[in-house]
């Protein structure tokens, strides 16, 4: 989307006159400046562009208030912070700071590498995981020979949100597929309905591909991931007994 706002109208020669005080040699002079603005907005991105004839960097007088200027005015993705190394004032994040999460459930200890090529998935999953939006949630649906599933606060599978409040988009990789067990991936209820609640694959489950983004891959713990998968369960595929996850830590 975007908007064209235009700057002043055009004025005649008596206008011009009248607001150049009368000095028809200065206003014969004076080439009136087109500041007119173009402003669009980003696609699936919560920022806006705004384009004009104006120089900014043009007036020196003007250059401190121009290049000081917060220009980053939204919160910093996840790929932004894996991407940049820890500043001189020691408020930045070194690259490797989010490469991996540890879920620490009642039956064991889960090592995950996660992936930055799906950046948005990264970011809610670290924020949820850093708030505590998981602590206490259980596996509410364990299936045999293919998945356990988590992250749903009312332990039913009809819960829980992304940090932005609803659902966000899906992303799609194409070297990151369902192709072997422990694998973890966001569950949905169709295309574009991520959440909070997302599955760790026991076998290889290529089905799902373009489905459900895929954000890791269990590196320790695979045999945490394969008692849970054993346990029995209720007809609606729910542990008999709660198995919860305690934290989240995010290296």
């Given at each position: 989307s975007f908007c064209l706002c235009l700057g002043d109208p055009k004025m005649n020669q008596q206008m011009q006159l009248a607001r150049g005080s009368g000095n028809s040699t200065a206003m014969g002079d004076k080439k009136l400046e087109n500041n007119s603005l173009v402003v669009a907005l980003a696609y699936q991105q919560r920022r806006?562009?705004?384009f004009?004839?104006?120089?900014p960097f043009k007036d020196q007088e003007q250059d401190d208030a121009v290049t000081n200027r917060d220009v980053w005015n939204e919160a910093p993705t996840v790929q932004d912070q894996l991407l940049t190394s820890e500043?001189?004032?020691g408020t930045g994040h070194k690259v490797t700071s989010m490469a991996k999460a540890i879920l620490r459930t009642t039956m064991g200890d889960i090592h995950i590498k996660l992936f930055p090529e799906v950046p948005k998935t990264l970011e809610n999953f670290c924020e949820h995981a850093r708030s505590g939006y998981y602590d206490g949630v259980i596996f509410h649906r364990v299936i045999s020979n293919f998945m356990l599933q988590t992250g749903d606060p009312l332990g039913d599978g009809t819960g829980g949100e992304s940090i932005w409040g609803g659902e966000f988009e899906d992303e799609f990789v194409r070297d990151l597929r369902h192709d072997r067990p422990f694998t973890v991936s966001m569950a949905n209820a169709g295309p574009n309905t991520n959440g909070s609640q997302f599955f760790i694959t026991t076998v290889a489950t290529p089905w799902l591909d373009n489905k459900h983004t895929v954000f890791g891959r269990v590196t320790k713990g695979m045999d945490v991931c394969t008692k849970i998968e054993n346990v029995k369960t209720d007809r609606n595929d729910?542990?008999?007994e709660d198995i919860k996850i305690l934290s989240v830590d995010i290296e």
């Open positions: 806006f562009y705004v004009s004839h104006v120089d500043g001189a004032g729910k542990p008999l």
